[in-house]
């Protein structure tokens, strides 16, 4: 089973919709992030939690909102889509200890399309 | 601000080396990571190298860091159409504890 899951991995929506995307893992990570791809412009880290008390905006959170259910589950919500919000969204965990590397994991993604 | 640079696309022969580099920002960041994207999947930790060293070398992977001049550098060996796939630069994000990625370089691998 993946230690990281996302659902669901493909949306379709229309403008003006609320919508959610849920991440799940099992890997007891205390961290926890959603990305954004989009083609030629990489990986944009939209909100970040290192604990379930702990959240904060990343580089686009504008038009985004997270909430951090339990140490396992961190969602993602779009209050209300609009087509420029259509990309490649990623969840991803990791969980620095000491002086560890801080690798992150990352789920399968989920393709969102808002027309 | 931090920024993380890459080219977009590289392409290669079956066999060749591939080469693939990588500009950062933050003389800070502790670690800096290769991560792989192959279609359709998300990405995956590759190879990461502390900063205090020059050269990680692993199987077909080196990875090359010039602190001085803030590059880095992922040298495959041999590469195999299966080494196709999206190779991102990452560094770490200072104060925001988050990795902070590249555009990502497109790599793919002609027979």
């Known amino acids: 089973d993946a230690d990281v899951t996302q659902t669901p991995r493909n949306r379709i929506t229309k403008t003006g919709k609320r919508i959610m995307l849920e991440c799940s893992q099992t890997k007891g990570h205390d961290r926890m992030y959603w990305y954004r791809q989009d083609p030629g412009l990489g990986l944009r880290l939209i909100y970040y939690?290192?604990?379930?008390?702990?959240?904060n905006k990343g580089e686009i959170s504008d038009g985004y909102s997270v909430s951090r259910q339990a140490q396992a589950k961190f969602s993602l919500s779009l209050e209300s889509a609009i087509p420029n919000q259509t990309a490649l969204y990623f969840c991803?965990?990791?969980?620095?200890?000491?002086?560890?590397?801080?690798?992150?994991?990352f789920g399968p993604g989920t393709r969102l399309t808002v027309l | 601000g931090e920024d993380v640079e890459q080219s977009l696309f590289l392409s290669v022969r079956e066999g060749d080396s591939s080469v693939i580099n990588c500009t950062y920002t933050d003389s800070s960041s502790t670690y800096l990571y290769w991560y792989k994207q192959e279609p359709g999947a998300g990405l995956q930790l590759l190879t990461y190298?502390?900063?205090?060293?020059d050269m990680k070398q692993d199987q077909r992977l080196t990875v090359l860091l010039n602190k001085k001049d803030k590059h880095l550098s992922l040298r495959i060996a041999d590469t195999q159409t299966g080494d196709s796939a999206i190779y991102f630069c990452?560094?770490?994000?200072?104060?925001?504890?988050?990795?902070?990625f590249g555009k990502g370089t497109k790599l793919s691998v002609k027979p």
């Open positions: 991803a965990t990791s969980d620095l200890r000491g002086q560890g590397s801080d690798e992150q994991f």
């Open positions: 190298i502390f900063s205090n060293m």
């Open positions: 939690s290192f604990d379930v008390k702990d959240i």
């Open positions: 990452a560094e770490e994000g200072g104060s925001q504890g988050n990795l902070i």
